[in-house]
Structures are given as C-alpha cells and as structure tokens.
C-alpha cells in the first residue's frame, strides 16, 4: 500500500524485527525452495519468464506486509492471527508453484486473494485513526479488499484467461502505488527495521542456496562434486559478504538520509521493485549450483543451467547498479564495477556450451570475489581520504 514515509533517526532506527516476522518468513524459505527447484536442470526461457511471473506476487506481498509491520507496531492477539493467517496462505501458494501454470492455478488465485484479505485486516484499523493519521476507507478497500475479490474471481477464470487477468491486476496495483506516490499515511517509517526487514529476505534465499549445495551432494557423492560445491560456498559467501558489508550499509545510509515523499520514493523502488531483481537472481542461482554440483562429472552443463548461474550473477549486478544509480551515485563509478559484474557472466552464458561444471561455477565465483575485494579496496581509499 502506498504511504508516507518520513525516515526516523535515533531510537526509531534501533527497532528490530520481531518473533512473528521472523516466524512468518519461515513460510518464504518453503516458497524460495519450491521456486529454486523449478529451475533446477535445463530450464528454458518460458521457465523463467513463469518464475519471474509467479515469484512477483509473493514477493510484492511480503513487501506490503512489512511496510505494514513498520508502520503500525503491534503485537495483538488480532495481529498475530492475521499474519498466521498470512502464513497458510503464502503456504498455499508455495505448495501450487509447482503446477501454478496448470491444474494448481486456482489454488495459487485463492492463496494470493487471502492474503489481500489479511492486508485490509492490518490496515482497517488506521481508518479510524484521528485526523491527520486516517486512512481513507477508499485506500484499504480497493488496494486490499477489491484485488481479492478479483483474486479470488480469477481461480474460476479457465486459462489462459486466468493469467491475463493477474498480469492485468498486477498492473492496475502498479499503477495504483506509483500515482498514490505515499500520500494518505502519514506514519513514519522506521529506516533501520525496513533495511533489516529486506537483509533477512537476502539471508532466507542465499540461505536456499547453501540448502541446495548441500542436498545436491546426495546426488553425486564425488571428489568432483565435492569441489564443485565447495567453489559455490566461496560464491554465496563473497556475495554475503559484499551485501552486508557494503548494500545494507549504504541503503540505511541514504533511506535516513532522505527526507519526504524522496524518502518514500527511495523506500518503494529499492525495497519494492530492485530487490524483487536481487533476490529473484540469488534463487536463480540456487538452481545452477544444485544443476552444477549434480553434473560435476559431465563435460558441460546444460544451457539452461548456466543461464541461472551465469545469467543469475549479472541480474544480481545488474539490480545493484540499479540501486546505486537510485541513490545518485554517478553513472562512471557504478560503471567501473557494474560492466565487469554484468559483462563476466555474460561471457560465461555465451562460451557456456564448451565449459565444464566446475570451471563455469570457479569463473562465477572469481567475479564475485574479485567484486568484493575491489568493493573493499575502494572503501579502504575512501576512508582514508575522508570521503564517504
């Protein structure tokens, strides 16, 4: 839902997610697995176009749910059956990935319409808020009660009908956000809980991907195998270690910075819609390091399999440029590590065919590793000189 988001320093930035929003995203690590693995092998292009399609309304839905969370700290019984709630119906969804496309698809409608139901139950309340805080009751009812509604209407739509209609509800609620621009909720928003928020969603997909490494071995208990896998732990550690040391640094940096509707601008498009990029791209990537740790032994992965991995890595780059660019940082110093970051992987796709497992996962992981270390140095400069 659109809102005003004015970031707030001192002991608004010292919140923490609480137990329920940890236990609540315990759902998300489910969701991640079912997604990972749909990409797993030899996915083709249709793949992940569905991927990107059936992962966006769970992830824009996690997102409304903790901007909710933010806003409006509560921890009622009312609450926490609402997000239980929540809960089994992401679990739905989860549970209809696989056939979401086919016999599933109704249940996927039904899971995401509950959810919006949920929404209006966290968000009524702030309709009978005292002036200047209330919510107008339009809000509430056409953002959550209406997309359900109409959620729920298309699980009886045959398809592929049913799908033009949730591209065509996904659009509308778009248009929705981006025209509110966060008028109508004047609450602050607590910058420090929302960059937390979006770190642990991070840790649940790089999290999949560490859980993927691990199971693949069952299916090939080799020496090969093993150093293929070890090569992807070194991948999802260096991009640990970069995201945390440098891109929650930066973006609580500037989201308290920022002041306003450019506060709520910056909340919306690096939360919201670039980190839909990031974290689609570490589950991504999940999927090529199981495909390549069961492969080890061939003399090539599949196509399919090198497009998650390889092609995972530069959507990752990709987003993070996109982030810095959001934050003006100027087009020259993004470029300096954003060309190599998207350019490498993309090379390894196009000379993928004549590569072996091992050596497409070691070149993967060089770039990352190479990414962090110059991320690093140039830190270590900036420092010095006493420039942020």
Request: aromatic share 10%; charged share 15%; proline share 5%.
């Given at each position: 839902?659109?809102?005003?988001t004015?970031?707030?320093?001192?002991?608004?930035?010292?919140?923490?997610?609480?137990?329920?929003?940890?236990?609540?995203?315990?759902?998300?690590?489910?969701?991640?697995?079912?997604?990972?693995?749909?990409?797993?092998?030899?996915?083709?292009?249709?793949?992940?176009?569905?991927?990107?399609?059936?992962?966006?309304?769970?992830?824009?839905?996690?997102?409304?749910?903790?901007?909710?969370?933010?806003?409006?700290e509560?921890?009622?019984?009312?609450?926490?059956?609402?997000?239980?709630?929540?809960?089994l119906?992401?679990?739905?969804?989860?549970?209809?990935?696989?056939?979401?496309?086919?016999?599933?698809g109704?249940?996927y409608?039904?899971?995401?319409?509950?959810?919006?139901?949920?929404?209006l139950?966290?968000?009524?309340?702030?309709?009978?808020?005292?002036?200047?805080?209330?919510?107008?009751?339009?809000?509430?009812?056409?953002?959550?009660?209406?997309?359900?509604?109409?959620?729920?209407?298309?699980?009886?739509?045959p398809?592929?009908?049913?799908?033009?209609?949730?591209?065509?509800?996904?659009?509308?609620?778009?248009?929705?956000?981006?025209?509110?621009?966060?008028?109508?909720?004047?609450?602050?928003?607590h910058?420090?809980?929302?960059?937390e928020?979006?770190?642990?969603?991070v840790?649940?997909?790089?999290?999949?991907?560490?859980?993927?490494?691990?199971?693949?071995?069952?299916?090939a208990?080799?020496?090969?195998?093993?150093?293929?896998?070890?090569?992807?732990?070194?991948?999802?550690?260096?991009?640990?270690?970069?995201?945390?040391?440098?891109?929650?640094?930066?973006?609580?940096?500037?989201?308290?910075?920022?002041?306003?509707?450019?506060?709520?601008?910056?909340?919306?498009?690096?939360?919201?819609?670039?980190?839909?990029?990031?974290?689609?791209?570490?589950?991504?990537?999940?999927a090529?390091?199981?495909?390549?740790?069961?492969?080890?032994?061939?003399?090539?992965?599949?196509?399919?399999?090198?497009?998650?991995?390889?092609?995972?890595?530069?959507?990752?780059?990709?987003?993070?440029?996109?982030?810095?660019?959001?934050?003006?940082?100027?087009?020259?110093?993004?470029?300096?590590?954003?060309v190599?970051?998207?350019?490498?992987?993309?090379?390894?796709?196009?000379?993928?065919?004549?590569?072996?497992?091992?050596?497409?996962?070691?070149?993967?992981?060089g770039?990352?590793?190479?990414?962090?270390?110059?991320?690093?140095?140039?830190?270590?400069?900036?420092?010095?000189?006493?420039?942020?």
């Open positions: 839902m659109a809102v005003t004015t970031p707030t320093t001192g002991s608004h930035d010292s919140r923490h997610a609480a137990w329920l929003e940890l236990f609540f995203d315990l759902v998300f690590v489910a969701l991640a697995a079912q997604f990972s693995h749909s990409l797993h092998g030899d996915p083709g292009l249709r793949d992940f176009a569905v991927f990107l399609a059936l992962y966006f309304p769970p992830w824009w839905l996690w997102i409304n749910l903790t901007v909710s969370a933010n806003l409006f509560d921890d009622s019984a009312r609450r926490r059956l609402l997000m239980l709630t929540a809960m119906c992401i679990a739905v969804m989860a549970a209809a990935v696989p056939e979401a496309g086919g016999d599933r109704p249940a409608a039904l899971g995401y319409a509950g959810t919006r139901l949920v929404l139950g966290l968000w009524w309340p702030a309709t009978r808020f005292p002036e200047p805080e209330r919510v107008p009751r339009w809000r509430p009812l056409s953002y959550c009660l209406g997309s359900g509604v109409l959620w729920g209407i298309s699980a009886l739509v398809s592929p009908w049913r799908y033009v209609m949730w591209a065509a509800l996904l659009v509308a609620e778009m248009i929705l956000l981006l025209s509110a621009r966060g008028q109508g909720v004047p609450r602050q928003l910058t420090g809980h929302l960059v928020r979006v770190g642990l969603f840790i649940i997909v790089l999290g999949e991907s560490v859980l993927a490494l691990i199971t693949s071995t069952d299916e208990w080799t020496a090969t195998a093993g150093v293929v896998a070890l090569i992807g732990f070194v991948l999802l550690a260096a991009l640990w270690w970069s995201y945390f040391e440098f891109g929650a640094a930066s973006a609580e940096m500037v989201l308290s910075a920022a002041r306003g509707r450019e506060a709520y601008l910056l909340a919306r498009d690096v939360a919201g819609f670039l980190h839909f990029f990031v974290t689609g791209a570490v589950i991504c990537m999940a090529g390091l199981a495909t390549a740790v069961e492969e080890a032994g061939h003399d090539h992965l599949p196509m399919g399999a090198v497009i998650a991995l390889a092609g995972g890595l530069a959507l990752y780059h990709a987003s993070h440029a996109g982030i810095a660019l959001r934050y003006g940082r100027p087009v020259r110093s993004v470029a300096v590590w954003a190599p970051g998207v350019g490498v992987p993309v090379l390894v796709v196009l000379f993928g065919e004549h590569l072996a497992p091992w050596l497409v996962v070691l070149l993967v992981a770039e990352a590793v190479a990414h962090l270390l110059y991320a690093r140095v140039l830190a270590r400069r900036r420092r010095s000189a006493g420039t942020l």
